[in-house]
């Protein structure tokens, strides 16, 4: 009896560990569970998280080309493993708060992360960052590209001889008079300018040119006339100083560029002789640039190569014509051979 009543009390410990280490957790809930319908309880509804849509998760448009990818381009087990592969990447984002660079196809995410930076360019010297807006734009269109239009030439030969009294901003600022006070620089129209015509000139365009100036672009409208009658046209005369072709410089700073040449000297006497006013050699180099007769973009300036590339294209209809010529006198001498 004494042993009895000494194993007694160790019987407990070991039923209360097993209860605890056991199927104590069920029997806990299948106790319970009567207890909350005799209540009248019930279960309280499980909360469901908001789906989320991937698109919402990671970025968008980058994880729907994913699922695109993955639902067009694969079978089913495949894109199952697709999904598990972009829950995983859901949890990712979510522990460390970075997207996962996994996920995203080639190109998209530079797209995103690292948008492209307009480079400015290059241009000649003269042409600053606080340059005028409409400098710069007659700089990067106009300046130095050839053009044989004789009302364009005629025009250009004008605002060139507004060098001597106004700066090129000042004269683009006021291009629009320009062209209003002197009918779109039409020669035929300001040739026939009478001395009440100029005096109005004078009056309107008092703050542009001065007298001297007005009468000498009248005077060399009528010039004009005479010479298109013996050339055919301005620009024949203007381009047969130079073979037809312009002369382009290689001028890497803006100090080589000079303010005269002897071949502007050439064509400015020339031009006097013709009866022409207001047009020294200064003048008519400056005309020689603007009318790309002569290209003095700097080497540096991404204007050299696009004005030389518009004079290969302009000269491109006279090679094929002088090609097809040349095949058709061969021809012509083999047949008679």
């Given amino acids: 009896m004494s042993v009895a009543t000494e194993l007694q009390p160790l019987a407990k410990?070991?039923?209360?560990?097993?209860?605890?280490l056991g199927l104590g957790g069920n029997r806990f809930r299948v106790l319970e569970e009567p207890k909350r319908k005799k209540e009248g309880l019930k279960k309280p509804p499980q909360q469901q998280k908001p789906k989320r849509s991937a698109a919402s998760e990671i970025g968008g448009p980058v994880?729907?080309?994913?699922?695109?990818?993955?639902?067009?381009c694969s079978s089913d087990t495949s894109s199952s493993g697709s999904s598990v592969k972009m829950v995983n990447s859901r949890r990712?984002?979510?522990?460390?708060g970075l997207r996962s660079v996994k996920v995203v196809p080639d190109g998209a995410e530079v797209a995103e992360m690292s948008p492209a930076r307009s480079v400015p360019l290059k241009r000649c010297d003269w042409i600053t960052p606080y340059s005028d807006l409409h400098y710069t734009s007659f700089h990067d269109e106009e300046w130095g590209?050839?053009?044989?239009?004789?009302?364009?030439?005629?025009?250009?030969?004008?605002?060139s001889q507004a060098l001597a009294e106004l700066t090129?901003?000042?004269?683009?600022?006021?291009r629009d008079i320009f062209r209003k006070l002197f009918e779109n620089f039409d020669p035929s129209s300001i040739a026939k300018f009478t001395d009440k015509k100029l005096m109005s000139l004078k009056a309107n365009g008092s703050a542009l040119l001065s007298e001297q100036k007005l009468r000498a672009v009248v005077e060399n409208a009528k010039q004009m006339l005479q010479v298109q009658?013996?050339?055919?046209?301005?620009g024949n005369y203007c381009w047969s100083f130079v073979n037809h072709k312009p002369i382009r410089n290689c001028f890497r700073y803006a100090r080589q560029v000079p303010v005269k040449t002897p071949k502007a000297e050439l064509i400015s006497k020339d031009l006097m002789q013709r009866g022409f006013r207001c047009v020294g050699p200064t003048v008519v180099y400056s005309f020689m640039q603007v009318a790309g007769i002569v290209n003095d973009h700097l080497l540096t300036c991404f204007r050299h190569q696009e004005c030389n590339a518009n004079v290969?294209?302009?000269?491109?209809?006279k090679i094929e014509e002088t090609e097809v010529?040349?095949?058709?006198?061969?021809?012509?001498?083999?047949?008679?051979?």
């Fill in 168 to 174: 090129w901003p000042a004269i683009l600022n006021k």
């Fill in 13 to 20: 410990p070991i039923s209360e560990t097993r209860a605890a």
């Fill in 92 to 96: 990712r984002v979510k522990q460390n």
């Fill in 325 to 337: 010529l040349t095949e058709a006198l061969e021809n012509t001498c083999i047949s008679h051979n």
């Fill in 63 to 72: 994880l729907r080309n994913n699922l695109s990818v993955d639902s067009s």
């Fill in 145 to 159: 590209v050839p053009v044989h239009d004789d009302r364009k030439l005629f025009e250009l030969l004008v605002l």
């Fill in 229 to 234: 009658q013996e050339f055919g046209s301005f």
């Fill in 312 to 317: 290969k294209n302009d000269l491109k209809p």
